[in-house]
């Protein structure tokens, strides 16, 4: 392990070089008058999954926001290929390959899954049947509940059909906001199982979690965010075994 | 009073839901998208009742048309009350609303918005069109086609109801079977996901009060040729439309239907049991007295957006 004033610094894995799928950089993100992000920079390569860590209100949510256009910078650039994306609106950034899928799942709950998951492909002229029928491969017991009302699933299905939903866009970047939440660690294993799945087919991933361990079992890098900037950033590996993240956030005496 | 008299009312009832529940459908689509009343719509429906009496003034229609003739000056006239309704209805949206959506400005701001729209607007059309009323020009002989009950079913009750379904039951497709009608309801249930999925927000605000105006402006135009046009008469229409939304549950295309053919029918059952006078009061209570039971409507699933 090296020093604190290394951790700040770029990822040790330095093979990853070229343009970064997304980069975050120098992001300033407020609310109202409140700093939500202190200048934040994350870079998410092709194929990585990146996981970004931290307690209640270091500015997780509000970086994936940012990077999906839901909430505008005031200072800061947003990069998708090396081309700034910021001051894009969200409904024009899912063109850009970017499948959000937000904190508290937040499904359509007066549609069926069927429509639920085609509105993930609104961006396209028509769902793409092979798309529905592969997430319905990930997610069996989504086509066994095609027909029910998303708001009558249960959480972990409705997470699922969130996921789903997202995949429906045929995104290059897929964006997950606290898939763990309020769900069993059962079905937290199975999520993050399937999310092992969809980042080997082809699918990067940034992941935003309470749950640490699971969120770093799974990633290649992660970034810890405290207060709105990024406290630490490195493999994922270094970041398991690094004490202070054990304390903080693994739930383990320093 | 014969039993067949009462029929007859029934029947009338039924043609005037058909009209309530044309407009309803109006503020039900709107209330889905912003959760704003929007109490100018009825000024939406009086602008197609001019928007037909316009047109057909323009084109005269000759003395006695012929059938393909009358057929054609319908259509045409409903094409232009629909028109105008839709054009209202969108500029209505882009002046009056769009910029408070801009600011997030707070619900109340919007209700204040939509009544001044609404005097505005009726002013508007008694400035432009004169205070009086008009009769719809003549498109056909209003015969009886036949008798129901001893009540004479006329041309123009027909008229009503045949349009008034096809434009129920081509909304209903538009809204459960079209891409624009799952933006519609993706936008009602969750604005903030549907943006993330693709949905440009302020396009499908945009098109859902244009969908509203051109029903409204329709119905306008089909009240106007079943009595006259007049610069006030959106407002008792409007508001018992308004009440068939809220009573079939607000937010819900099916229940705005089936709320105004309810208050249709008690609208002239009211009238045939006590009286021209009470017309307006029975439809109200029937309202009070169901969201006493069902404070969500008759079809409504749920208060407000819930995950």
Redesign the interface.
């Given at each position: 392990m090296s020093g604190a004033a290394d951790l700040k610094k770029e990822p040790a894995g330095s093979e990853r070089t070229g343009t970064p799928l997304l980069e975050l950089r120098d992001l300033r993100v407020y609310y109202g008058a409140i700093e939500a992000l202190k200048g934040i920079n994350v870079k998410v390569y092709e194929g990585e999954v990146v996981a970004l860590l931290g307690a209640n209100g270091a500015g997780k949510s509000t970086t994936l926001r940012a990077a999906s256009g839901m909430l505008a910078p005031r200072e800061g650039q947003v990069l998708l290929h090396g081309e700034r994306v910021d001051g894009i609106k969200s409904h024009d950034l899912v063109r850009f390959g970017i499948g959000h899928v937000p904190e508290g799942r937040r499904v359509f709950p007066r549609m069926t899954v069927k429509e639920n998951l085609e509105m993930g492909a609104y961006r396209f002229k028509s769902p793409d049947r092979e798309e529905m029928d592969r997430v319905y491969t990930l997610f069996p017991r989504l086509k066994e509940r095609r027909t029910q009302l998303g708001g009558t699933l249960s959480g972990g299905e409705q997470q699922m059909l969130a996921i789903g939903r997202a995949l429906m866009g045929k995104p290059e970047l897929l964006l997950l906001d606290e898939p763990s939440m309020g769900l069993a660690p059962l079905i937290v294993r199975q999520i993050f199982d399937i999310l092992k799945e969809i980042n080997e087919q082809g699918t990067t991933v940034l992941l935003v979690e309470q749950n640490a361990s699971q969120a770093l079992q799974l990633a290649d890098r992660g970034y810890v965010l405290e207060t709105g900037e990024v406290a630490m950033a490195d493999e994922a590996s270094s970041l398991l075994a690094d004490p202070r993240v054990r304390a903080a956030y693994l739930g383990e005496g320093a | 009073m014969s039993l067949n008299e009462l029929w007859g009312y029934l029947v009338l009832g039924v043609v005037l839901g058909c009209l309530y529940a044309v407009i309803a459908i109006g503020y039900t689509l709107v209330y889905g998208v912003l959760q704003l009343l929007n109490f100018a719509h009825s000024e939406v429906f009086m602008f197609g009742g001019f928007g037909g009496v316009l047109a057909l003034t323009a084109w005269t229609p000759v003395v006695n048309p012929s059938g393909m003739q009358s057929v054609l000056y319908v259509a045409f006239g409903m094409a232009a009350g629909a028109a105008l309704g839709a054009a209202v209805a969108y500029g209505l949206e882009k002046v009056a609303y769009r910029p408070l959506r801009k600011h997030n400005a707070p619900r109340l701001v919007f209700l204040i918005t939509a009544i001044g729209a609404s005097f505005f607007l009726y002013n508007l059309a008694g400035k432009l069109f004169d205070r009086s009323s008009v009769a719809m020009p003549q498109m056909y002989s209003n015969e009886t086609v036949f008798t129901l009950f001893d009540t004479d079913i006329k041309t123009t009750h027909l008229l009503i109801v045949f349009s008034a379904v096809a434009m129920m039951v081509g909304l209903d497709y538009v809204v459960n079977r079209t891409?624009l009608g799952?933006?519609i309801?993706?936008v009602a249930?969750?604005p903030?996901?549907?943006?993330?999925?693709?949905?440009?927000?302020d396009k499908v605000v945009s098109r859902t009060f244009v969908i509203g105006g051109l029903l409204g402006g329709a119905a306008g135009f089909l009240f106007g040729v079943n009595s006259k046009v007049v610069y006030t008469m959106g407002f008792l229409p409007g508001i018992t439309a308004f009440a068939a939304a809220v009573l079939g549950g607000i937010g819900n295309v099916r229940g705005a239907m089936l709320g105004g053919l309810l208050l249709g029918v008690v609208e002239t059952m009211t009238v045939f049991f006590w009286g021209d006078d009470w017309r307006y009061v029975a439809g109200f209570a029937v309202l009070v007295l169901v969201l006493m039971f069902r404070p969500t409507g008759l079809l409504g699933?749920r208060l407000g957006r819930?995950?």
């Open positions: - | 891409k799952s933006g309801r993706a249930q969750d903030e996901v549907a943006s993330l999925m693709g949905v440009n927000i699933e819930t995950a």
